[in-house]
């Protein structure tokens, strides 16, 4: 369903854009495939941009991202054109383009709109039905077991050997270090104690010291406390 409204949020918005380029002399499908060649630069400005640090790299990403949506615009007016005249494309002179596809401040506010309405939209979609997360495949005891998120009780380390306990009261022998699987789990998992992380929707109250999942009771230590009881909204 989430991967269907995505989609839905590009075809909406490249229509919307085609309908600001009719304006410019374009047919209404000319528009739209001159439109969807602001998908690509929209979707890089979304992957790159949360990832790049600095003013330097921006700069780059910017100038790369804009120079390669010219010369999109440039390729599919020449297409364009081919098509109006039928005539083969190295027959045709090279064709004056619109001003406003070769105006980096307009393909700009174009980018980001769309970039940003993609990020906004995606953000309002998990927040009102989160996405599953994906089941958990490791090694026990030389053979592979996969288990959902929400089975998963909590993780216990005992020295070299991590416990995995789910729910119908199955456990599974495991060498991977707790710290491991805190990165593997995180965010959906609260580390305790140095041998106990918890799945949050497995606890059931926090008590003093101690915190319980179901009738089982586990310590709380001194330096996990705080985050404990504010991630359990515990005052």
């Known amino acids: 369903m989430k991967r269907f409204l995505v989609i839905s949020y590009w075809v909406v918005s490249i229509l919307l854009v085609a309908v600001v380029l009719t304006s410019v002399g374009y047919s209404f ?13 929209a979707l890089a400005a979304k992957y790159f941009f949360p990832k790049v640090k600095g003013v330097k790299d921006t700069v780059f990403v910017t100038l790369g991202i804009l120079v390669g949506e010219m010369l999109l615009f440039l390729i599919a007016h020449y297409i364009i054109l081919t098509f109006r005249v039928n005539l083969p494309v190295w027959v045709l002179e090279w064709p004056d383009i619109p001003h406003i596809l070769t105006n980096p401040v307009f393909i700009a506010i174009i980018l980001t709109a769309l970039a940003a309405g993609s990020y906004f939209f995606e953000s309002w979609m998990d927040r009102k039905r989160p996405s599953r997360p994906a089941p958990i495949t490791f090694t026990s005891d030389r053979k592979p077991v996969t288990l959902p998120l929400e089975e998963i009780l909590y993780v216990e380390s005992n020295d070299d050997i991590t416990t995995v306990i789910a729910t119908g009261d199955r456990r599974f022998r495991n060498k991977t270090p707790i710290s491991q699987w805190e990165a593997i789990l995180s965010p959906h998992f609260l580390r305790i104690h140095r041998s106990f992380l918890v799945n949050k929707e497995a606890i059931t109250r926090v008590d003093g010291d101690l915190l319980y999942v179901d009738d089982i009771e586990l310590p709380i230590s001194r330096k996990y406390k705080d985050a404990v009881l504010k991630a359990c909204s515990v005052s």
């Open 29 to 41: 499908l000319e528009a739209l495939f001159i439109g969807s060649m602001f998908l690509p630069g």
